[in-house]
């Protein structure tokens, strides 16, 4: 799938497999591609953890294979206890994941577990220059709920040059990581933030707060080293993050070519 996109609204009922607003299952590549409708479901659906063709997410349910240059800005709304459920991505297996971001909140109105305002679950999954924005919310005794990712969980997970600074709440309290919701069995962060006005809490090695002031400082991208971060390895190509003054709370925007991507 590349240079696609879809803007209608996604829906289905209690029970389903994999749901998103571009596509419900991906196991190939996705590139240069979004989606901006709101995707709703109901409760159980994606919630077999770790299982193929499950997962809740604003661009795909689930995906494994490749994700490039993407985005999703819909919200993604459960309305029923369910688990794998992101702003982008439900659940990642097996991926390799660049340049994208979500804007949607995300919102499981039972309890549930692995909900992220990017990616809610996944395993052997490599993302590099991501960020979410959007409000994370889930019911009463929900765990692993992460402002960027609900649970990292695999020693073949690492996530490099990302950020998250959407609020979270558990049961309507502030509640969960202000970046990762757990980084179990071996996963590694680096270079990640998170707004620390959002959220004060977040334990997940390799992940440091930042306020808003921080995030949207004029050099933010030069003292995070994110500033060097190119499309390819040839020193000529395009630079992938930005900044442009009134956009996302001038916090760091990717761009992909000659036009910003956010």
Request: proline share 2%; no cysteine; net charge neutral.
């Amino acid at each position: 799938i590349s240079n696609s996109y879809a803007t209608g609204n996604v829906s289905t009922g209690t029970n389903s497999g994999a749901i998103g607003g571009l596509v419900g299952y991906s196991n190939g590549t996705i590139s240069n591609s979004y989606a901006e409708g709101t995707v709703t479901a109901g409760a159980n659906t994606g919630r077999n953890l770790d299982t193929d063709a499950n997962g809740v997410g604003g661009l795909a349910g689930y995906a494994s294979g490749t994700v490039s240059n993407s985005y999703a800005t819909g919200a993604v709304q459960v309305t029923g206890a369910t688990s794998q459920v992101g702003g982008f991505i439900g659940l990642g297996k097996n991926l390799t994941l660049t340049n994208s971001y979500a804007t949607g909140s995300v919102t499981v109105n039972g309890t549930g577990s692995h909900i992220g305002g990017f990616v809610g679950n996944n395993s052997n999954l490599s993302i590099t220059n991501a960020f979410a924005t959007g409000a994370v919310s889930a019911g009463p005794s929900s765990n692993f709920v992460g402002g960027f990712v609900g649970n990292a969980n695999s020693a073949g997970t690492s996530i490099r040059n990302a950020y998250s600074s959407g609020r979270l709440t558990i049961g309507g309290n502030l509640g969960g990581g202000g970046f990762a919701g757990g980084v179990t069995g071996g996963a590694s962060i680096s270079n990640s933030f998170w707004n620390t006005d959002t959220l004060l809490i977040d334990n997940s090695p390799g992940v440091s707060g930042k306020t808003s002031l921080q995030l949207s400082a004029s050099d933010i991208l030069t003292t995070v080293g994110w500033h060097t971060e190119r499309m390819t390895t040839d020193p000529a190509s395009p630079l992938v993050w930005n900044k442009i003054p009134g956009q996302n709370n001038n916090f760091p925007v990717l761009a992909v070519g000659a036009s910003v991507l956010y």
